[in-house]
């Protein structure tokens, strides 16, 4: 009896904290799939899919020739060593603007707050570009160069660091460092013996996370011809050898599989010295470690970065051609193309994880799933956009089901890590009374996350509209195609145009998503997701 009372008592408790409405909210999205099936079922071609079919399986028999072993890994060491590269440049140059944009430290370092606000907006440009746009407008006017993908991710990274650490720091409680500062200690007393210790967990949490975004970056660009393993596997789909580009998946894989054990072990408290000075100097030697091996592996590998380029000079457009280029390009359907794109590919990402954790309860499920998620991750949505364009015809659908794929291997991830780190009391509770256990997940862990698993996919969901540029690249729709096209004939007016339309649209869907953001933790009183 009282084993009954006190599952009723977790039920109640369950009732009272859980939101139908958000955990509803959680799964609604995948609404989403119904036109995007529809629209590539439409434009299905039988031939196709035998083709589809073909790479998955080649997936279980990848080649094992030397020459290709040899190349896959080359590649692999290149995409780190520029993804380790342009990391620490963009931890270093977001740790030092995330100073300056930050209200809570300029204050006790006595800047006035107008320029706090300056530098904020400033750095909303190279953030509302993407990655890829650098990497284009750098390739069309020094022609092609190693540093180029490093300059490409490190510039908007840089600006996306600043923000997030700038963030952060306006959260904590910083009483300890005015009153520091009250009885007279310098300014750099207060910031390394009260400031560093509370920002070192900060940096941990959510620069190792950028490093995999860097891996993932750099290998995207190597997909357009910047090097690294991205670049083999381009090749490889390109002459349609899937067995040739499951190799360097396999082997990217590993690593990434690897590299995230890796970095969960190191983020263990008990790697925070107790010394913050020793620790703060054995970051930074470490960083340097890391910068000066990449750059002399580099050498050895056949990447010269310092190899001398020619910069292509481009008159600035006069206001005829701007006039002439925003009367002849059909900006109203290239922008509602990009936002539907967004808007589907969110959909996609947001409500499948929810659902399919909760039908991969099974350990050996959940296993399957979560490996299942690092080739999500791991694969660029511009190859799966040529996949999925091998068995149907190019539109919207495509470039969303893509991008759709990548991002919810990144919902999914964060959203199990927190479930797996939750209390299952109430899961428990609400099982003991024999209910559904899809439905027990649902209640008793999911309603739990929900507010938290929001706030990160409404940020999520700005991602996605940068990278919308990406597969519209390949896909043929919205901006990102207009902007390829516009690159290769050399029409700089349109150049100019697109990319300032495209960082506005940006800017507006970030600005909606913060509010929208603010509304939710308010109401949660914080954020799991805050990475």
Partial sequence: MSQKVKSLTYIAKSLKETNISKVTLTILPILAIIPVFIQCAHGLHIGGISTLISFIFSGLHPSFDKDVVQSSWIGLQITFCFAIISWVISISMGLFLAIFSSYSLTRIIGIPEYITTIIRRILTLPRATHELIWGLLFLQIFGMAPWIAILAIAIPYSALMARVFAEQIDKIDLKSLIALKHIGASKIQVLTTAFIPKLIPIIGNYGSYRFECAIRGATLLGVFGLGGIGTEMQLSILSLKFNEMWTSLWILFFAILLLEKALEYLQKPKF??????????????????????????????????????TIHLFSIPSS????????????????????????????????????LLMLSQARYRAKALSIFWIFCRLIPTPLTTMLLLLCTNPSISVGALALGIQNMGVLGRLLKQNIDNQDTNIFTGIKA??????????????????????????Y?????????????????????????????????EEVLLITATFMSITLIGETLSEKLQRRLLNKQGNNAFHT
């Avoid at 969901?461 to 516009?486: C, F, M, N, P, Y």
Wanted: aromatic share 10%; proline share 3%.
């Fill in 272 to 309: 925070y010295f107790r010394n913050v000075g020793k620790f703060s100097l054995m970051c930074l030697l470490v960083l340097l470690i890391l910068l000066g091996t990449s750059l002399i592996w580099l050498n050895v590998l056949g990447v010269n970065l310092f190899v001398p380029f």
């Fill in 320 to 355: 005829t051609n701007l006039l002439s280029a925003i009367t002849s390009l059909p900006w109203l359907k290239l922008i509602l193309e990009t936002v539907l794109l967004m808007l589907l590919a969110s959909g996609i990402a947001i409500g499948l994880p929810p659902i």
């Fill in 433 to 458: 009374t024999g209910a559904n256990s899809h439905l027990a997940w649902l209640y008793g862990k999911m309603s739990l996350q929900s507010n938290s698993y929001l706030t990160y996919s409404l």
């Fill in 460 to 492: 999520r969901t700005d991602v996605i509209l940068r990278e919308t540029i990406v597969v519209g690249a390949v896909g043929g729709v919205g901006l990102g195609w207009q902007l390829k096209e516009s690159l290769s004939s050399f029409a700089w």
